[in-house]
């Protein structure tokens, strides 16, 4: 039913995942495949599954908006250096995912200031570690993402949204301790939604005119917003944000010059 769900709402790369990983799982259990062959098996799935833009996350739809638009918008923002902030660090080697990276990358290649910021110190330090790799202007911190928003006072120009996970039924008991500990709960979809309403607030006053920001994991259901979109991106529309692109199951909005004004 779940990978029914996912194929339903367009979102292919869980589905295979689900697929893959139980089929792998059931080879375990009936004796026919050893733990050592699986996991060979599940990484080298996981190399080609990172090749395959299909399966791109909505790091990609942001990452092709910016490549195509960064010496536009560069040119009528003259007064500050670009700045690229993701809510919610990469935490796993997942096909389809590794944004900090790419983001980090892109970057780089573009001088504009990188900035990741996640509650799991553990992802930061991994992200630390990207960060000396690309050797750009990068900063990897451990705290809430509405909290660091919030308390932000620098410019913003693009913002890439993928930090409290929704209820899809399929975290891992490892994950689901991660977020008591850090969070003092487990994943569950109000406080998903409250958290990405929480940034998008912050994101009405502080993102620079025309900037862009993308909340992966969300999507259009029956004409109602979903995932961590679901209260998140009525607001940003209603605060004078624009609907720029629906793709990846991710949402691109670009602030428009008189959002924020009807003090929303």
């Not at 573009?110 to 990068?138: M, R, W």
């Amino acid at each position: 039913r779940l990978v029914q769900r996912y194929l339903a709402i367009k979102a292919p790369e869980e589905a295979v995942s689900i697929v893959v990983n139980n089929g792998l799982r059931a080879f375990i259990e009936a004796g026919s495949l050893n733990e050592d062959d699986a996991a060979s098996v599940s990484n080298q799935f996981s190399m080609l599954w990172q090749d395959a833009s299909i399966f791109e996350h909505g790091q990609g739809l942001l990452l092709a908006y910016m490549k195509m638009h960064i010496q536009d918008y560069s040119a009528t923002h003259p007064d500050h250096k670009l700045v690229l902030l993701e809510i919610g660090t990469t935490r796993e080697n997942i096909g389809g995912q590794g944004s900090t990276a790419k983001l980090s990358r892109f970057c780089r290649e573009n001088s504009l200031h990188f900035i990741t910021v996640d509650v799991d110190p553990q992802n930061t330090a991994e992200a630390q570690k990207v960060c000396a790799k690309n050797q750009g202007e990068c900063e990897a911190i451990t705290m809430k993402g509405e909290d660091f928003l919030r308390q932000y006072e620098g410019p913003l120009d693009f913002v890439f949204l993928d930090a409290y996970d929704f209820d899809h039924g399929q975290h891992s008991e490892l994950r689901q301790q991660r977020y008591e500990k850090y969070l003092g709960q487990r994943i569950n979809d109000r406080a998903c939604h409250e958290m990405h309403l929480d940034c998008a607030r912050s994101l009405v006053d502080k993102l620079a005119p025309g900037g862009i920001v993308c909340i992966d994991d969300a999507w259009l259901e029956d004409g109602n917003w979903r995932g961590k979109g679901t209260l998140a991106v009525p607001h940003l529309l209603a605060s004078g944000f624009e609907l720029t692109a629906i793709d990846r199951r991710a949402v691109l909005l670009i602030k428009g010059r008189d959002a924020g004004e009807s003090g929303i």
